[in-house]
């Protein structure tokens, strides 16, 4: 069932106008405000009411979020199943050797006091709706060089992070690559500091380089925040993301960010998630988050689909007024007695 048989279902006169059809608003009663598109998005005009199919049975059919997942047979509809794939050989991830952790921890502290210390750049991170106090837990930071004429990004030499001399093809000595941008740190359970990422804040959709860098050393592995086998865990894409859903609920679940749709777990993480009592797959609700489902459902029997009801992913869903603990929890409640 999509969008427009649900309003149809609400008792909606949808005229045809263009790509979309209109109706009067159902909650303001705004005529011919009332917006809906074959995409499965509607909009009010006026009253400014919007939102996907879940949450339009939210608003107008009175379901609660896991009701309306039901009606809209979600897990079957929304997500592809693949075809199982071959079982592959897990990789046995390799922790950074001393001296890159050395020298990692040290960046990472000097990001955080930067951070810390400059408004504009912290309320970037306040903007994903993240708190002071999670920002300090978490030891997040920002990289930039404000002594360079040229560049905001500082290039260093390998030598100084434990890595030997590399060339590039035109004999150019390689360098260490810390672009301008935020600062986020991944520690192991015991405080050791195994991975860096920087979010570039020069950023651009046509940029050729990517958005989020990872640090060479870093540990080929998901960021775990919160690692209790107890607990359920939420796969999500972005470690912001995972960071977000601590804030809001981490007496709840764990949180695991893959750091991208097509990353996999190493061989510890993998013992890991056969191990925890349930897994909610919350990659980015894109076609590249659908695609990857069929793999992870086929590799994990505990593991079930459970999108955030607004937008794609958690971030957008809380700046969209979605609860992010309300949702885990009715994650939770949906299949804790499924599994």
Request: hydrophobic share 35%; aromatic share 12%; proline share 5%.
């Amino acid at each position: 069932m999509d969008l427009i048989e649900l309003a149809k279902e609400a008792g909606l006169n949808l005229t045809r106008t263009g790509a979309s059809y209109s109706s009067s608003c159902p909650d303001c009663g705004g005529k011919d405000r009332f917006i809906v598109w074959p995409s499965n998005k509607y909009w009010c005009r006026q009253c400014g009411k919007q939102g996907d199919a879940i949450q339009f049975c939210r608003d107008f059919l009175g379901m609660s979020y896991v009701e309306a997942c039901k009606k809209l047979n979600l897990e079957k509809k929304n997500y592809s199943l693949l075809t199982p794939s071959k079982p592959r050989k897990l990789q046995i991830a390799q922790e950074p050797p001393s001296i890159w952790q050395e020298k990692a921890l040290s960046f990472t502290n000097w990001a955080h006091l930067n951070l810390m210390n400059i408004p504009q750049y912290l309320s970037m991170l306040e903007d994903r709706m993240l708190s002071v106090e999670t920002i300090k837990k978490y030891r997040l930071g920002l990289c930039i060089n404000d002594k360079g004429y040229r560049s905001k990004d500082f290039f260093l030499h390998r030598s100084y992070w434990g890595f030997s001399e590399e060339f590039k093809t035109n004999g150019k000595i390689k360098k260490l690559w810390l672009p301008y941008g935020l600062v986020i740190p991944s520690f192991e359970l015991w405080g050791q500091i195994v991975k860096l990422k920087i979010r570039r804040l020069e950023w651009h959709t046509n940029d050729k380089l990517p958005k989020y860098v990872e640090i060479i050393g870093s540990m080929q592995k998901p960021s775990f925040f919160g690692c209790d086998t107890h607990l359920p865990a939420v796969l999500v894409e972005s470690e912001f993301d995972a960071i977000l859903i601590q804030q809001e609920a981490c007496d709840l679940c764990n949180s695991i960010a893959l750091g991208g749709a097509g990353k996999r777990a190493d061989a510890a993480s993998h013992e890991f998630l056969r191990n925890v009592p349930l897994i909610l797959f919350a990659l980015d609700f894109d076609e590249t988050g659908k695609k990857q489902y069929g793999f992870w459902r086929q590799s994990y029997s505990n593991l079930r689909a459970w999108p955030v009801p607004l937008t794609k992913s958690p971030g957008d869903a809380f700046k969209n007024g979605v609860s992010i603990r309300q949702w885990i929890i009715d994650g939770i409640s949906q299949y804790k007695n499924k599994i």
